[in-house]
């Protein structure tokens, strides 16, 4: 994650080449360019060029400089490498202006309150720092792994109408992925995994979260919990980065524990059972014709809940019934209070069963 306390910086928009050292030299020893080029070997011509920068001082050269007028090659190494630098930031900063605009889709604000990118005011400055958070050299490059008409046909079309936050929420839990050390994925690992994590359901949430993470990193499965963003209405995402590394990100969006157990479930069919190359994200809502959701949704169901039980849960009108029920099938009431609701429509019964999840 990059941090910085730094709100102000001061980039000079000039370079000073080292041909003008070189000229103080001269002067400090009354020595003239014809006295130089005859004691170092060089043409006049290319001091000429040095002292314009539009030459770089050689080692060789430098290895002459010093024995000619006494300055340590080391130095004139050195003021050639702060030259050319200087030169390349300057260059980079001109370049980088024509793509300010593009600063307008990242919710950079945003991104500074989360300590995600440091505090700056200069707006170039920022679009480097935006630029080294999704880790790529341009804009251009952005477009092309977010962006592109191959990179959109691999994921899910919500990510579209708001790609900016959503590529700035998928980079935060990719970045948080980087720091799991996981495993090798094995599905077979990872089946256990769920079923083992299904069992810390009634636990609170400061004992659960951390054991979810370690039983995911031992399947080979990198769990990252990132904070809900602005237009970002998603519960979760699936993708794999690397071959052998899936990712898991998950939020709190509606902080009840059903929501946030389905959806966990949920991304884990997607780990199981779809394809390496796509970007999953579940916003909640059901497209007919996408078998891949279709089959993560009833996963996720069948999974905590065995439909078999939905009679039962759709009579249970008292509490005691739905904790009787929650606690036969091994899992918090609040799970069993979100089946009740989705199959009676009865959103607001029993709501009290459900715990909420705040971020620590």
Known sequence: MIKATKKYTFEPDYAIAPGETLRETMEALDMSQKELATRTGLTQQTLIRIFKGEQPISYETANLLELTVGVPASMWNNLEAQYREQLAKINERERLKADLDWLKEIPVVELMKRSVLPKLTDKVERLRSVLAFFGVSSVEAWHEIWDTPAVAAR????????????????????????????????????????????????????????????????????????????????????????????MIILNLRGKTDDLFWFAFFHEASHVLHDGKKHLFINNGKLKQNDPNEIRANE???????????????????????????????????????????????????HNDLKRRFEWA
Not at 167 to 193: L, Q, T, V
Request: with cysteine; glycine share 4%.
């Open 155 to 246: 994921r899910s079309h919500c990510f579209e109408s708001c790609t900016g936050p959503a590529s700035s929420w998928i980079r935060m839990g990719e970045i948080e992925a980087h720091k799991i050390d996981c495993n090798e994925y094995s599905k077979k690992k990872f089946k256990a995994a769920v079923h083992k994590i299904r069992n810390l359901t009634m636990l609170e949430a400061e004992v659960f979260a951390e054991r979810m993470q370690t039983i995911c990193a031992e399947a080979g499965v990198a769990l990252a919990f990132v904070p809900e963003m602005k237009k970002v209405p998603w519960f979760g995402a699936t993708k794999w980065v690397s071959p052998n590394k899936a």
């Open 299 to 349: 996963f996720a169901a069948d999974f905590l809940i065995p439909r078999r039980y939905n009679d039962e849960i759709m009579t249970a009108t008292s509490k005691k019934k739905i904790k009787a029920i929650a606690q036969n099938l091994g899992i918090t009431p609040g799970i069993v209070v979100g089946r009740y609701q989705y199959l009676t429509k009865r959103w607001h019964n």
